[in-house]
């Protein structure tokens, strides 16, 4: 693993905006920047409270999918070039803001998703990139990578580039005061284990570190509070900071095997990716526990249980989870069994994520873990 001299790259939005009532500053920064034609990506829900931004007849793409697809994009795109907006505005959790990102770096090309999948191919930004998350969870707000699903292979394409780092994210805990429990619930479990995934990589770098046991730290003390009581604007306050922590780490370490084992799961069964995550996070983190013994005995003190053997980890793990009130079983939550073969090979094939887990997952110990979370 990098040692503290190794070199690192950090790249976040020049500006960051945190606090309650920030969002009640979105509209000078507008006016202050020179844009006239604010176009907003959102889903639904979102899409129906864009008085809160407090922008002048914006133009609105409102239908992004909890797991965005590549037709759901190109009708965002296309919108957005019928208006020629000149600042994209992604408000929404993970999906909405991804969306954003990609819609901001393709409405002046003519290029398409699969012309600038991968790292530095996206071309050079031509609009104003604003970024607002309403759940604490995914820190997509502060990242410079995008996930959009194949609805040809069911597989994600991720697409990364400098271009795609937002001007300004305005991080407003108030956003996420609506949030029911359990989306309060699966978005925290997924803003923590960016940041387990990210201290347990074989990636892992000391400055990260820092950023992500504390951002593991902020799930264990607040995020059951904001379940209990999602008007407790402290606990929200704590886990908006949390979820920006976990996008901090993503950028230059990123995720392993929790993520790669949750993908399939959403892309093949519309598994919410927070639920998904949290269905994983305790048999992966007890899959890693030996090879990362020390950081493991962290987290566990983080969230409260104790780390003496894989049994301990799960058990520790899997509790803490359901304490939210989440269903643990994967088949409780529209999964068919018969369909696990086929997500462990599609899961063992992300390469990308694998490769830096501290322990070798095969297919077959893929497999298992989906069985046991079953």
Known sequence: MPSLDSPLEMQRPPIVRFGAGQVATLADWIAKSGARRCFVVADR?????????????????????????????????????????????????????????????????????????????????????????TTAGTGSEVGTRALITDPETLNKIATESVEMLADIAVIDPQLTVSVPPMVTAATGVDAMAHCVEAFTSRRSHP?????????????????????????????????????FYGGVCLGPVNTTAGHALSYPLGTRHRLAHGIANALIFPHVLAANAAAEAEKTALVGAA???????????????????????????????????????????????????????????SEADILDIYEAAY
């Not at 990260?208 to 402290?234: C, P, S």
């Not at 249980?305 to 529209?334: I, P």
């Open 207 to 243: 400055v990260i570190d820092d950023y992500a046991l504390r951002g593991i730290q902020l799930v264990g003390r607040y995020l059951k509070r904001a379940v209990e009581d999602g008007t407790d604007i402290e606990a929200r306050s704590g886990l908006a900071l949390a979820a």
């Open 45 to 133: 829900v979102n899409a129906a409270r864009l008085g809160v931004l407090g922008l002048r007849e914006p133009g609105l793409f409102g239908e992004v999918k909890p797991e965005p697809d590549l037709p759901n994009l190109e009708a965002a795109v296309a919108a957005a070039r019928a208006m020629e907006a000149d600042a994209v505005i992604g408000f929404g959790g993970g999906s909405a803001m991804d969306l954003a990102k990609l819609v901001a770096v393709l409405i002046g090309s003519d290029k398409g998703l699969r012309d600038i999948s991968g790292p530095n191919r996206a071309p050079k930004r031509t609009v104003m990139l604003v970024q607002i998350p």
């Open 303 to 361: 969230l409260g249980f104790g780390t003496q053997g894989r049994q301990a980890v799960y058990g520790g793990a899997h509790a803490f989870c359901e304490s939210l009130g989440l269903d643990m079983r994967l088949g409780a939550h529209g999964v068919p069994r018969d369909d696990l073969a086929a997500s462990a090979r599609e899961a063992h094939q992300i390469r990308r994520l694998l490769d830096f887990n501290p322990v070798d997952l």
